[in-house]
């Protein structure tokens, strides 16, 4: 069945940088969509950044668009997301998540089938 272990969360001053990374085992597939999305406390999930494996194309939520990176090391079956220029509103449980389906990426990765423990990532 298919694991994931994220680490890289912590805390972070405000315009700092920090790197989030995932390790992912007994995912069967090699075209499907990957990525991140976040829960602060009392909100919802929001989906943050998603790659699909297949050819390589991401998509960001609005609000971290042009501060956060997605990627895959397929070699080591390991997703990161970089994360620039943070702000306070950056603060929640960071969670990677993966697709059981061989398909694109939905609209709102917090809908993907299988996710991790998550990591908290403080900002202040």
């Known amino acids: 069945h298919v694991q994931l272990v994220e680490s890289g969360g912590g805390s972070v001053q405000a315009g700092g940088s920090l790197r989030l990374t995932c390790v992912i085992s007994g995912d069967s597939f090699s075209r499907n969509c990957k990525g991140w999305f976040r829960q602060a406390p009392g909100k919802e999930r929001e989906g943050v950044a998603g790659?699909?494996?297949?050819?390589?194309?991401?998509h960001y939520h609005t609000s971290v668009k042009g501060r956060f990176t997605i990627s895959m090391n397929d070699a080591e079956n390991t997703l990161y997301l970089q994360m620039n220029s943070v702000k306070l509103e950056d603060t929640a449980t960071y969670y990677c998540?993966?697709?059981?389906?061989?398909?694109?990426?939905?609209?709102?990765?917090?809908?993907?089938?299988?996710w991790g423990q998550g990591t908290q990532v403080t900002v202040s």
């Open positions: 998540a993966v697709d059981h389906q061989p398909r694109t990426c939905p609209a709102d990765v917090s809908e993907l089938d299988y």
């Open positions: 790659i699909y494996t297949g050819r390589r194309s991401t």
